[in-house]
């Protein structure tokens, strides 16, 4: 005999396997975005196991978990609205015209980037490219000022460290090598 909490895991199974696909396409609609849709589908179907219990007791479970989705999608659109204001107020603060750009420096800022860790990269990039405060950057990442001013500093050191030792690194006997 099935105790209370296999039946709970089988009928969340049975409704998973009803309702995915159906959750999925929602969210599709919604965002536009189809990479998105998988995600979502299955974010808010982790959110509905987790009130299991409550969900399976509502008369319209279903109706429930679209709302789920709903939510979840409405928030990542808020997201990224916000990520292309973001955007758009770096880009309006810098010039339109740029002469000459160092495309090489660029490359091995971007390679450097690359190379440090997320968090390091987040701040740096949330500071420095987008002209965050520190408590912005804090609110961004969901650490603290301290930590954002800490993982900015050693990432802007170690970025010089490799930025200087890729610029050493085409140094031959003092003068630049141009085969580099």
Known sequence: METSADD???????FFERHYAELARLAHLLTGEADAAD?????????????????????????????????LARTRIRSAVRERRRIALFWSQHSGHVDDPDIPSVV????A?????FRKRACVVLRH????????T??????????????????????ERMLDSRAA???VGGRESWTS
């Open 169 to 171: 690194s085409h140094l």
């Open 113 to 117: 980037l690359r190379r440090l860790p």
């Open 138 to 159: 804090a609110l961004a990442l969901g650490i603290s000022v301290g930590t954002v001013k800490s993982q900015t500093s050693k990432a802007m050191a170690q970025l």
């Open 8 to 14: 709970a895991v089988t009928e969340f199974h049975a």
């Open 39 to 71: 995600d979502l589908a299955a974010d808010a179907l982790l959110a509905l196991w987790h009130r299991w219990d409550r969900v399976r007791a509502a008369d319209h479970p279903a109706a429930y978990a679209r709302g789920v989705v709903a939510n």
């Open 129 to 136: 490219a987008f002209d965050l405060s520190e408590r912005d």
């Open 108 to 111: 091995d800022v971007q390679g």
